[in-house]
């Protein structure tokens, strides 16, 4: 099997945020109980001038800018997303145009819940390793919607990620992935709607734990490995309680999940969410690491990933793009009438 | 914007997007939005204007805070906009992102950024193009 992997990667989070404080305060519930059952204390909000485009151009850029491929030698782009902006005109189109790889160029949107952006991936690896491509690049990035008083208020944030997926100067070697798909309703948008429904407690058990236990579950079978094997571990973060509690399920330890759980202090990205995950263990990952990654988007299916760090992250200049640890400190609070306006929900249809 | 105007926002997105300017192969002197001809060499710069892509660096000459927004910048107000010398040297107005305005200072170093510039309404299509925000990577 030709080896394929990350070459490069980079990630976007809106500088603004919401305290999970002010949002309970202004519906009337107990900060403490939302905080204390949701584990999510803040989340990245989107200026208007933000959305999935300009998220995921930011994020290809910045993975442009710490490898030095041309970027007329990405032959494809793919942005998963629940959030594009236009229900029809792909967002690859500008990302596409935005970062010079047009036009000989294969570009199509991708929605799977919180995990088009690892189908991306999946996408992007078969292209490199049937050579189509010569660099693929896979995008996941949300600007989730929530409707106002619901309980995904609280989580629903923006922000995303991009990988270069290639078969030279591999950064990291993808060596196994797997996928779990059932058709279970837990979360779901209409046509035309502005806001998500959904199952309540069903996105739990017959949902987010049956997906992301089976798949991986497969993944380690496949590979003939377990929990101690990975030195980091990333799951779906739809909230701050959930990938914990999965990770314990599967034997997987708190510390194997630590870097690469942002949920508590930027809420849930949606398509990013796995994916900026990934990249804050990449920004601190060596030569070696094991990482294990398990996506899950509703409606319902997981991806997961089975990666190994190889030596040439060290030439790598991490630094020539922020690190997601940086893109999480620079941030402007704002207050719950600001983000109404920001986030539209004062509007009339 | 006007249905009319998507295909003259089309026809700019090289230079809303990516900041490609020119310059003139005589006096190589640098434009940006780029100019069919050199305004200095004239006839000599015929068919010597070459693209170029600047890199988005640059840093505030002047700026001002925008109270009162002309359509679609309404619900951003506050905001700065200022006048952006960039180190190829030209001078180009944009509005900054990602700043308090107390913290915007004249002689502060700015990078581009992709950012939605308008869209037309509920319906209309989306404008995307620079902004400046201070720089992330030094």
Redesign the interface.
Same mark, same amino acid.
């Given at each position: 099997m030709k080896e394929v992997g990350i070459i490069s990667y980079g990630g976007h989070i809106p500088?603004l945020r919401i305290r999970s404080s002010d949002i309970a305060n202004a519906w009337g519930k107990n900060p403490e109980t939302i905080t204390g059952g949701l584990g999510v204390f803040e989340k990245s909000v989107p200026? &208007?001038? /933000?959305?999935v *485009?300009?998220i995921s151009?930011?994020a290809a850029?910045a993975a442009l !800018?710490r490898c030095n491929i041309a970027p007329k030698d990405v032959g494809a782009i793919y942005v998963g997303s629940e959030s594009h &902006? @236009?229900a029809v005109k792909p967002t690859g189109t500008?990302v596409g =145009? !935005?970062i010079?790889a047009t036009p000989i160029l294969k570009v199509a949107d991708y929605e799977f819940a919180c995990k088009a952006g690892t189908a991306a991936i999946q996408t992007c690896m078969a292209l490199v390793k049937s050579e189509m491509v010569r660099y693929g690049i896979a995008i996941g990035a949300d600007t989730s919607q929530a409707a106002p008083g619901d309980a995904l208020e609280y989580a629903a944030s923006a922000g995303g990620a991009a990988f270069i997926i290639g078969r030279e100067k591999i950064i990291a070697n993808i060596n196994e992935t797997c996928s779990f798909t059932t058709d279970t309703p837990d979360f779901w948008r209409r046509e035309g709607r502005k806001y998500p429904a959904h199952g309540g407690r069903f996105t739990g058990a017959p949902a987010y734990f049956r997906h992301i236990m089976s798949n991986a579950q497969n993944l380690m079978n496949s590979v003939n490995s377990k929990p101690d094997d990975y030195d980091y571990a990333v799951f779906h973060q739809p909230n701050g309680k959930f990938p914990l509690r999965v990770a314990k399920m599967l034997g997987f330890t708190p510390d194997q999940v630590k870097q690469g759980l942002l949920c508590p202090i930027i809420g849930n990205t949606y398509s990013g969410s796995s994916m900026l995950g990934l990249a804050s263990v990449l920004d601190v990952a060596k030569p070696g690491n094991r990482i294990f990654v398990t996506s899950y988007g509703s409606g319902a299916g997981s991806d997961a990933f089975d990666i190994t760090v190889t030596k040439n992250i060290k030439e790598l200049p991490r =630094? +020539? *793009? &922020?690190l997601v640890s =940086?893109l999480i400190e +620079?941030k /402007?609070y704002i207050d719950y009438s600001t983000y109404a306006? @920001?986030r539209d929900l004062l509007y009339e249809d | 914007m006007a249905d009319g105007a998507v295909p003259r926002f089309w026809r700019e997105i090289p230079q809303r997007y990516n900041l490609i300017g020119n310059q003139c192969g005589s006096c190589m002197e640098i434009y940006f939005p780029p100019r069919e001809s050199c305004p200095y060499c004239r006839r000599k710069s015929m068919g010597k204007m070459k693209e170029l892509k600047l890199k988005g660096h640059g840093e505030v000459l002047t700026y001002t805070i925008i109270y009162t927004a002309p359509e679609h910048f309404e619900g951003q107000t506050p905001y700065p906009i200022a006048i952006i010398k960039l180190d190829e040297g030209p001078k180009i107005t944009a509005q900054i992102v990602d700043c308090e305005i107390d913290d915007v200072k004249i002689g502060m170093r700015v990078q581009s950024t992709f950012r939605k510039i308008q869209e037309d309404g509920y319906i209309g299509a989306i404008y995307y193009g620079y902004k400046f925000k201070p720089v992330e990577v030094k």
């Open positions: 500088r200026s &208007p001038d /933000q959305d *485009a300009t151009v930011e850029r !800018a &902006p @236009y500008i =145009e !935005a010079g =630094e +020539k *793009a &922020p =940086e +620079k /402007q306006k @920001y | -």
